[in-house]
């Protein structure tokens, strides 16, 4: 944009090509959460978050999940603050908050040397990883100067490929994980509903577009109490009170918040005034605690070296729900103003019916466990019981 004069406007859509380097913020946010869950795995002691006049007692079994939970409440701090400051600065510049942004962008990386690896502190991975280089040594030929060699080492790398594909899609085999990673989908599903909820109050009830923009601000507002202050605090007493382990916990809380995603989302559909329809963004809002919990949940179902690959498989889920959101929502909502009347929340009704499935597959995930007695485990990988407990109690 600094040689607009002399360089056209629409080669900025050549921006995402660079992210074909490194994936770019999906693939952050997966190396992301894999650190996070290894460190959190070596956790074995209570923990202490601090809170501006408040300290939250964190066990060690939940720590996993109170990790996402402050990334995505960070998140939201940072969606709430950061449009306000660069509508401010824009009107003075608007070079300013896009200095700014590429400079928060370039600490942020260079702050990433800093991060210690996290693999030693996983003993199965680390014994796979010898194993693997001592294969690699002993199949690939030290030689690489004639083609016999060169062809030798091409056709080892391409067996070795195939390889660490077919283990990467043995993660599959789960039932339970496959039907919970499949449940991603309401991700960037959620974010896109979001966006579309102000246009759709402002247009069925004539309420002011920069009025609808506050309430998508204490939409977030509540969010981030709901991830800092509502869900520990449950996580705690499902854990030290009930004695709860930590992966049967995430299941209920995950259960629930999806059946809460769906009713909201049914209830900004078939609102007749606006105060119900906030009233379905307020309900909707006290589920967006889903995706973090199920990702703390998801975590305890894979081996600890087939982490990496999990995470990369929601990133795919999640992009593959990216693509399919923008334009599912914009058709449902421009069908829905044809039709007039109650159908302006067609884009809700389809959301409900998405998150419903969810909701199956959610608890058919955890009845399948409960068949198989699944032995659940804390953050530190430990067997602490048993599914049959969760049958007693009826919650399984």
């Known amino acids: ?62 720590l996993r999940t109170h990790i996402f939970f402050l990334a995505a409440a960070a998140d939201l701090v940072a969606q709430l603050i950061a449009p306000s400051l660069a509508a401010v600065l824009m009107a003075k510049s608007p070079w300013i908050p896009i200095l700014l942004g590429i400079s928060f962008v370039t600490l942020g990386s260079l702050l ?28 690939v030929p030290h030689n690489c100067n004639t083609k016999t060699s060169l062809f030798a080492t091409m ?11 077919r283990s990467s899609f043995s993660i599959l085999n789960s039932a339970p994980l496959l039907l919970l990673l499949l449940t991603f989908i309401v991700n960037p599903l959620t974010s896109q509903s979001v966006d579309i909820s102000l246009r759709y109050i402002s247009n069925r009830f004539h309420f002011p577009l920069r009025l609808s923009s506050f309430l998508w601000s204490l939409r977030a507002a509540v969010q981030i109490i ?16 009930f004695n709860i382990p930590s992966s049967k916990k995430d299941l209920h809380l995950a259960r629930t918040s999806i059946l809460i995603l ?13 105060p119900l329809a906030i009233l379905g963004m307020a309900v909707s809002t006290l589920g967006a605690g889903y995706i973090s919990i199920t990702r703390s949940l998801i975590t305890t179902l894979a081996d600890r070296q087939h982490k990496g690959q999990l995470y990369a498989a929601v990133a795919v889920v999640e992009t593959i729900g990216r693509l399919v959101a923008g334009p599912g929502f914009a058709k449902l909502y421009i069908v829905g103003l044809r039709l007039k009347g109650g159908w302006v929340g067609l884009p809700f009704f389809g959301m409900g019916i998405i998150c419903g499935l969810a ?38």
């Open 1 to 62: 944009m600094w040689f607009w004069h002399t360089l056209p406007l629409r080669l900025i859509w050549l921006g995402p090509i660079f992210t074909i380097i490194g994936g770019g913020p999906s693939v952050g946010g997966m190396a992301f959460f894999a650190i996070a869950s290894d460190t959190a795995t070596e956790a074995k002691r209570y923990d202490c978050i601090p809170i501006p006049d408040i300290m939250i007692l964190v066990h060690a079994d939940g």
């Open 112 to 139: 990433i040397l800093f991060v210690p690896e996290t693999l030693h502190m996983q003993h199965q991975r680390t014994s796979a990883s010898h194993v693997a280089l001592a294969t690699s040594d002993d199949g």
């Open 155 to 165: 056709k080892h790398e391409f067996s070795n490929t195939l390889r660490i594909l």
């Open 226 to 241: 709901l991830f800092l202050l509502i869900l520990p605090f449950l996580s705690k007493i499902m854990i030290i009170r």
């Open 262 to 274: 769906t009713l909201g989302s049914l209830l900004i559909a078939i609102a007749p005034t606006l």
């Open 359 to 396: 909701a199956v597959a959610v608890w058919s995930a955890g009845w399948i466990m409960s068949k198989r007695n699944w032995e659940w485990e804390n953050d530190r990988g430990e067997v602490v019981g048993e599914s049959d407990d969760a049958e007693e109690n009826g919650i399984a």
